[in-house]
């Protein structure tokens, strides 16, 4: 079954308020999350005619570490009947029109944030340009063409759990993107998507870069992952059952790892386990010296133990 990825993008008008306070900062990302799940609901409900189930990944940077606040959209093609009885397969190549899609991300995200203006919500101090009050605003964002973007499909729940991986569990920039730390300044790779994806560096003095490093930083417990329609907690164990005995699917089977644990800390993280985080050179094995090896390791040990450290 494949799984198309939508990416929903908030207009860079919104940043500083976002960006205001913590309490600004919870309530818009929330209405983000709101606004893009009652739009693939609705759409599941209407176009599929049963409900649909995704799971909703937060990131809130570019690859310039600036402000650039989106979802990420991995959704099954396909919608169970709201009875259970029978699934509804989408299309292969389409799912939704993105430009529908669009259209009624901006009006939901806007209502609610007209909602939060209107109830006094928001800290409004110095969050918007002189010349411009909330309704100005609203009405500015509404004439804009909101960026929904439609990625080819994954092929298969693999591919899925793959980018899942290796992008949910890392916050803005990895450490092997940073170059150099030197003269008070950090330098660091990322990718220009107007000059063809081109890989580039740009310095940054170090408080800039922990300032646009910092400003990515969650509210306490903020989920920057949600799970929607039969994918939701409270009904996935028993939709997936139900879609599974539908479409005379198989549970599946507990994975064994067939990556170690250093292509693992490689693929995820980022983190390149035979390197000094210091200064990037590889790591020597030195053998631990017999007399370190308490007489009641030796048996479990066997043979020589060896511990990383610097070249000499």
């Known amino acids: 079954m494949p799984y198309f990825h939508n990416v929903f993008t908030l207009p860079h008008e919104l940043n500083g308020l976002i960006l205001k306070n913590e309490n600004n900062q919870r309530l818009l990302l929330k209405l983000l999350f709101d606004a893009t799940a009652q739009t693939l609901l609705e759409f599941g409900r209407f176009e599929l005619k049963g409900q649909v189930g995704f799971t909703l990944v937060l990131h809130t940077w570019d690859q310039q570490l600036r402000p650039h606040f989106h979802l990420h959209c991995l959704i099954a093609a396909g919608a169970v009947a709201e009875n259970g009885s029978q699934w509804i397969a989408a299309g292969r190549q389409f799912l939704f029109s993105v430009r529908a899609l669009s ?8 209502a609610g944030l007209r909602d939060l203006f209107d109830s006094s919500a928001l800290d409004l101090t110095n969050a918007l340009v002189a010349s411009t009050n909330d309704r100005q605003l609203i009405k500015r964002l509404f004439k804009k063409s909101w960026v929904v973007y439609s990625k080819p499909p994954f092929a298969g729940p693999a591919r899925l759990l ?3 991986s ?7 920039i990895t450490n092997n993107r940073i170059i150099a730390c030197r003269d008070g300044d950090v330098t660091f790779s990322y990718r220009d998507r107007r000059d063809g994806d081109r890989r580039k560096q740009l310095p940054l003095p170090a408080n800039q870069f922990i ?7 969650l509210p306490t417990r903020f989920m920057r992952i949600r799970h929607y329609g039969y994918l939701a907690n409270r009904f996935k164990q028993k939709r997936l059952a139900q879609i599974r005995q539908l479409i005379g699917a198989k549970s599946p089977k507990p994975q064994v790892l067939k990556s170690s644990t250093e292509q693992w800390m ?30 009641s390791m030796k048996a479990d040990l066997q043979t020589a133990i060896t511990v ?4 000499s």
Request: charged share 25%; proline share 14%; net charge positive.
């Open 266 to 295: 490689m693929r995820v993280p980022g983190i390149e386990p035979d390197r000094c985080p210091c200064c990037g050179d590889r790591l020597l094995e030195t053998p631990l010296p017999n007399r370190l090896i308490q007489p």
């Open 162 to 164: 793959d980018y899942l």
């Open 103 to 110: 259209k009624m991300f901006r009006a939901r995200f806007l």
């Open 211 to 217: 300032g646009r490093f910092l400003a990515h930083v």
């Open 308 to 311: 990383r450290g610097p070249p």
């Open 166 to 172: 290796r992008y949910t569990h890392r916050v803005a």
